[in-house]
Nanobody, 127 residues
Framework: QVQLVESGGGLVQAGGSLRLSCAAS????????MGWFRQAPGKEREFVGI????????AYADSVKGRFTISRDNAKNTAYLQMNSLKPEDTAVYYC????????????????????WGQGTQVTVSS
């Protein structure tokens, strides 16, 4: 069982930056693919990006590619989402997700691929 706790959300002006953190419980953090989804009011949950357990591979939604970067520190059991050049349309609740993938790089981009979810953190980008 893995518990995920996000932090780092807040209010930022368009063009600004935020870094979200996701702290995970457990002793086998490096065997989990970690990722981020987001959900804006009135919209469906949307894939943002993911990173493999080793950190060697990642994938991003086209809407954030070149602006957002996912990283992880396996020694600290923490994943990060660095968000630059933020736009008002990035406003959403951001969720950290995890999936156990021991020994292989899982890079699924569908919400049902992930069985561990954090409680979410609000990101609001003002114009």
């Amino acid at each position: 069982q893995v518990q995920l706790v996000e932090s780092g959300g807040g209010l930022v002006q368009a063009g600004g930056s935020l870094r979200l953190s996701c702290a995970a419980s457990g002793r086998t953090f490096s065997s989990y693919t970690m990722g981020w989804f987001r959900q804006a009011p009135g919209k469906e949950r949307e894939f943002v990006g993911i990173i493999s357990g080793s950190g060697a591979r990642n994938a991003y939604a086209d809407s954030v590619k070149g602006r957002f970067t996912i990283s992880r520190d396996n020694a600290k059991n923490t994943a990060y989402l660095q968000m630059n050049s933020l736009k008002p349309e990035d406003t959403a609740v951001y969720y950290c997700v995890a999936r156990h993938a021991p020994g292989y790089d899982f890079l699924g981009s569908r919400s049902y691929d992930y069985n561990y979810w954090g409680q979410g953190t609000q990101v609001t980008v003002s114009s």
